[in-house]
């Protein structure tokens, strides 16, 4: 591990720093040959999709379709290192229990199947036909299904995710909690009630055509790094790219493009934003309430900035919004934004200007109580300039897990919509309950409060990834049964149920063969409704690995039988799967033939077509208030307390850690600091480098603590602190959830920072 250290960083994104950290990877994954091998064939039409990030495929790329962190997803996979069942022999739960994230899963590949033994306090080989067996027999102990969990992370594949849903539904629970309840759910939720579709409209295309591009609470250096090098495109061609962020990304400053052989031997750079606004954590609604004023304004004095055709034409409840937008005083939105009249009004210009805009946004946006109301904000100032369903507009909520999208399209939703149970019933020849299950936030209440006794995660690190992260881990251990399927080593695989398993998958860059040794298809989403094959190209990293499909269909056999369904028959080829979605889910018909055509097929989005299959058959303006004060300004007053925001380094994915360092932000060989502001630092009498302990709400008895923090001065607006998850969930209640969305608030903990006990 790289020394400590707390720096300056003057580079731009990527460039030859990105090169670097490629090379580190490649090597550190003990494999360097066969993974420049793998990079060959990534995001490739013949190769596979990396399971990084949702960001889209360009139609002609290039040979090197992939960023440093795709590198980075993709070495961590390929890894040579293996957890066999000597390792588990050697390391107790509890002594794993000591290491952290990155230790745990740098351990590598997991090989074979593993069981709980409470007894030895290590987890033992268990045979593939015993563990579904044990699987089974827990299910239908259950006295409700509805006492059973099916969580998704966004990894898994379509095919795989299609079959997991099936189960859960066919076993009779509809709690289908996924890593979306986390991450978009609000912008789901805003865009169907606005527009009638929960997904973006915008193609890649588009962004070619755009006059202006908008990003709220998105980092996509880190996050979706070949976004970079479409907004660099854009940039370059006069674009106007205006960063709405709380914290200066260099990302979103200046990015230098590894492909560009010129640039990086002059060690030049491009300019991506030519706005960058810092709004307060929670402030984005009230900066876009702030330039539709102005948009009314220079309308009222100039009479041609409103498209009132598209007005007209397709939207409902404009008038009701323009008097909400002229009765929203400059006061509450400067106080609450944390900008001034000035700067916004700069950026209502911009837009102004325009005559085709996209906006972007992340989890800045999506992770606050308000989140709902800031999506529909955003959509209703697009709605004002009619920038929705024409070319180079739109809207662009940007997806973090490579098939996140996807999973929801095929049926992983606690509330699935009536239409598609309807279908199910149909093709299946069944009956379907319709009561609405549990979402992630809703799961961890329901196995704390006893209602819950059996959780199966397909892919990802539950208990790492969710908020109030102790009482998550002590409902987590009240269960009668905990079941992981994945690929490496993690946190969630100690926090056991009463028995426990660990079910080793094939990963994504590795060859998924049929009965007669032809290599599987799998298919994924991305952000852009583009559906796409990915087949892996490596030898799986043991024998005794199985597809997802094949572990949900070995558990579904022995819980359900196959007279309805033949689980293993479709998971033997994914062909017979895409088959029943065809029949069942409107705009994948032909799919085994379109998925294989150049860069497969688009789903569609009816809001580009300017169709909107709301209840009013148009596009809704809504009307909402503002918050009366969102944290920081309830936390303004209160001595001790800032507004924390949880965020990624740019050495992770999610809840995978692949290093201790934060380049851009000039972090180095640690991971436990704590970004503060100037000010705030005197106001709370910490200085730089100081350990502090992070103290979060415990006034339902329920400790919230994350301890040993050092204190990193750092370009953020007063009262808006940033740390790292996972360390800092356990500062998030439970209960600080998103309205309508149910989504953790992880972009508004109220945190309290003390000197902390630990000595330097
Ligand atoms: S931008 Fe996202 S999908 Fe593309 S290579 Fe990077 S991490 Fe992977």
């Known amino acids: 591990m790289s020394k400590e250290r707390i720096y300056d960083y003057h580079h731009p994104a990527a460039g030859w720093g990105a090169l670097k950290a490629v090379g580190i990877h490649l090597k550190h994954s003990g494999a360097p040959l066969s993974n420049v091998r793998s990079l060959l064939k990534m995001n490739q039409p013949d190769g596979f999709d990396c399971p990084g990030c949702a960001w889209g495929d360009p139609e002609h790329g290039s040979s090197f379709e992939f960023c ?11 890894t040579a290192k293996r957890v066999t069942p000597k390792f588990f022999k050697s390391y107790s739960v509890t002594e794993m229990k000591q290491w952290d994230d990155y230790r745990l899963e740098d351990q590598g590949r997991l090989t074979s199947p593993m069981r709980y033994n409470r007894a030895t306090d290590h987890y033992e080989p268990v045979s593939w036909s015993d563990a579904f067996a044990l699987v089974g027999q827990h299910l239908k ?3 409700d299904p509805d006492q059973a969990l099916f969580y998704t992370s966004g990894k898994a594949g379509n095919e795989s995710a299609y079959l997991f849903q099936l189960f859960a539904r066919l076993y009779g629970t509809n709690n289908l909690p996924d890593c979306s309840n986390m991450c978009h759910e609000a912008s789901g939720t805003g865009l169907i009630e606005a527009l009638g579709i929960g997904k973006g409209s915008v193609l890649l295309d588009d962004f070619e055509k755009a006059e202006a591009i908008f990003t709220f609470g998105q980092n996509p250096g880190t996050n979706h790094p070949r976004m970079m090098g479409t907004l660099r495109e854009a940039a370059e061609r006069g674009c106007e790219i205006v960063a709405f962020n709380t914290l200066k990304e260099r990302g979103l400053e200046r990015f230098a493009d590894p492909q560009k052989k010129f640039e990086m031997a002059r060690r030049g750079s491009h300019r991506i934003s030519s706005m960058y606004l810092c709004p307060k954590l929670g402030g984005d609604m009230a900066a876009i309430r702030g330039m539709a004023k102005v948009v009314f304004e220079r309308d009222a004095r100039d009479g041609d900035v409103l498209d009132r055709e598209f007005l007209a034409k397709y939207t409902t409840q404009f008038d009701e919004y323009r008097a909400l937008v002229e009765a929203t005083g400059w006061e509450v939105i400067e106080s609450q934004s944390g900008l001034t009249r000035d700067e916004i009004t700069q950026a209502a210009e911009i837009y102004i200007r325009s005559k085709a805009t996209i906006i972007c946004w992340a989890m800045g946006i999506t992770q606050h109580e308000h989140s709902v109301a800031t999506v529909r904000e955003i959509v209703n100032f697009l709605l004002l300039r009619g920038n929705i369903g024409k070319p180079g507009a739109g809207t662009c909520p940007v997806r973090g897990h490579s098939n996140v999208q996807g999973d929801r399209t095929v049926g992983v939703n606690e509330k699935a919509p009536e239409w598609f149970m309807a279908a199910l019933e149909k093709f299946y020849g069944v009956t379907l309950k319709r009561d609405h299950g549990h979402d992630t936030v809703s799961a961890i209440g329901a196995m704390r409060d006893g209602k819950c006794k059996v959780f199966i995660g397909l892919a990802g ?20 049964l905990t079941v992981h399927i994945s690929t490496k080593l993690n946190r969630s695989h100690l926090v056991t149920g009463k028995d426990a398993l660990i079910l080793p998958c094939i990963g994504r860059v590795e060859i998924d063969a049929k009965p007669d040794g032809s290599p599987q298809l799998i298919t994924v989403e991305d952000s852009m409704s583009m559906v796409h094959g990915s087949a892996g190209i490596h030898k799986p990293a043991s024998k005794e690995l199985l597809s997802e499909a094949s572990i949900i269909a070995g558990i579904a056999e022995q819980t359900l039988g196959s007279d309805v369904v033949k689980w293993t028959w479709l998971a033997e080829d994914y062909d017979r799967i895409r088959d029943h979605i065809a029949q069942i889910i409107p705009g994948f018909h032909d799919f085994n033939a379109r998925v294989r055509e150049h860069r497969g097929f688009w789903l569609g989005n009816p809001g580009a077509r300017r169709e909107f299959p709301t209840a009013t058959g148009k596009a809704n303006f809504l009307a909402a208030q503002l918050p009366v004060a969102v944290l920081h300004q309830k936390l303004a007053k209160k001595q001790g307390w800032v507004t924390l925001q949880t965020m990624r380094s740019h050495d992770q994915y999610n809840t995978t850690i692949y ?5 851009y932000r000039g972090v180095e060989g640690q991971r436990r600091v704590v970004f503060l502001n100037k000010a705030d630092m005197a106001r709370l009498g910490v200085t730089k480098g100081q350990w502090v302990d992070l103290i979060g709400i415990e006034d339902d008895g329920v400790q919230r603590r994350a301890e040993s923090f050092r204190v990193v001065e750092y ?13 800092t969930n356990p500062l998030i209640p439970l209960d600080s959830v998103g309205f309508k969305s149910n989504t953790p608030n992880s972009k508004s903990v109220a945190i309290r920072i003390v000197p902390s006990t630990r000595i330097a």
């Open 68 to 78: 440093e962190n795709g590198v980075k997803a993709v070495t961590w996979e390929t």
């Open 141 to 143: 102990a259950l006295d």
């Open 461 to 480: 690190n539950f208990a790492r990834a969710t908020s109030d992260s102790n009482v998550c881990e002590q409902a987590l251990e009240s269960c009668n």
């Open 659 to 663: 290093g201790y360092n934060d380049r």
């Open 715 to 727: 370009d953020t607006p007063e009262g808006c602190a940033a740390a790292y998850y996972p360390e």
